[in-house]
């Protein structure tokens, strides 16, 4: 086992599990929210941070990213409720606590990053076709496309009923979607909402993403990464890639070319030059070319450390 890995993934799932107990509850209720949980969230969420520092794949760099994201609004988060303990004249208020909560969330969503589902808890029921403080005839939507350019226009652009709010929920939704992830947004003073939501009770607007989350990634993968490297492999790797769905392993690659680090993208082809498939890999081009022909079992011995027994996943792997 990887203890490296097993490190990152205590802290990250350390971070999820305070922040998720932080945000907890009724969205501005500050007795349902612990100040100290926040913080704790913020220091870990830092750790994991410097933990993804090295790592200069294309991959690794999108991980740096959503954890600065994180990083970022847990310290605006903390700086709200000092804000309000501190300075503000009529202290800690329904709507600074409700600010503070919103961008714990946001921040517990830039660490899921491949979560399936993004909850937005709002002081709404949900997404309405017009605003339901202002128009009687306002209707909830309960389902609808993530990406239909008429939401936007129903959530309002601001102003002051302060509405920017639920737009902004709206194309956080959208981009969501590109991910393949769908949204829900709800009220967060319905009581135990997380709860009911995971029991898979529909509270609110659902907006739904256009394709799978594995069929999003792997277009991603297939459209937007210029590849680093070449694998040759043989007739037994190409039929259980192309077949079976597998991943591809070790002993399956005749030869190695090119200049890539792990996480980076390279073309796997066969003996005849046709190419097979498109992935990112799983070891930099030194030691794949120290582990190629030879059975998995074998990876730490020949390296000295035991990584992936798959040199390209079959998720991180697209057919030609």
Known sequence: MNREKVIFAFFIVLALTLNFGFVLGEIDNIKHHDVFELFAALVVSLICTVLKFGDRT?????MLATSLVADLQLIIAAGIWGYGEQMAASGMTPKLMASVVSFALGALVANAVEADVLVLLTDQQGLYTADPRSNPDAELISEAMAEDERLVAMAGDGGRLGRGGMATKVRAAKLAARSGALTLIASGREPDV??????GELIGTLLLPEREPMAA???WIAGHLQARGTLVLDAGAVMALAERGKSLLPAGVRSVSGDF???EMVMMMDEQGRVVARGLANYGVEDARRIIGRPSREIESLLGFMGEEELVHRDNLVLA
């Open 261 to 263: 680090s792990r996480g």
């Open 217 to 219: 990634r792997k277009q």
């Open 58 to 62: 294309h991959l690794g760099a999108l």
């Open 194 to 199: 997380l709860l009911r939501l995971h029991r």
